[in-house]
């Protein structure tokens, strides 16, 4: 019994850890906008004043060197459409104000600008995730990186992740 007991311990351990070093840790990343799948108010989208919704973040672990922010359409016409992105944010930011960017370095968007391009699906509803990483170190990448060297740069230094998800579909 007390073998079992044992074992079962062990695995529940070697669980967490395994779990916690392939970015399984969880981190809450909430708004006061809007709720998860939720609609996004029109002002956070380019029918509005196309300015960024107020964002929250919790559960940061408290070994994470620095966070990063990627806000994207996986239901763009040609595939995953990047709307925002931000790295190398202090990890103590546990919330980034309407219309702000945290302290960061920011990368080049879909639209081909730096900060944030709210929503503006072309047709029909999208969904728009708000997706925050605790990374165990800054990302050596300079002001206006795409994606791809991001999502490269944060492979194999993600200790724990969230998101938050809305939709929005344009009136006609």
Not at 10 to 16: D, E, P, S, Y
Request: aromatic content about 8%; proline content about 8%; glycine content about 12%.
């Amino acid at each position: 019994m007390q073998k079992a007991i044992i074992l079962s311990a062990f695995a529940i351990t070697l669980t967490v850890i395994v779990s916690f070093a392939a970015g399984g840790a969880k981190m809450k990343i909430t708004s006061s906008a809007f709720q998860e799948s939720a609609n996004i108010p029109r002002q956070f989208t380019c029918d509005g004043s196309d300015t960024s919704p107020p964002l929250q973040i919790a559960d940061i672990p408290s070994g994470a060197k620095s966070l990063a922010l990627i806000v994207d359409d996986p239901d763009a016409p040609n595939g995953l459409f990047t709307h925002w992105m931000v790295w190398n944010i202090p990890p103590q930011a546990g919330a980034i104000a309407e219309g702000s960017t945290p302290k960061g370095v920011q990368g080049t968007n879909d639209f081909g600008k730096s900060g944030y391009g709210g929503p503006c699906p072309p047709s029909g509803a999208h969904r728009y995730y708000f997706k925050v990483f605790a990374l165990d170190r800054e990302l050596d990448l300079p002001f206006g990186a795409k994606r791809g060297q991001v999502d490269a740069a944060m492979k194999g230094h993600i200790v724990a992740q969230g998101e938050l998800m809305g939709r929005y579909s344009r009136k006609k």
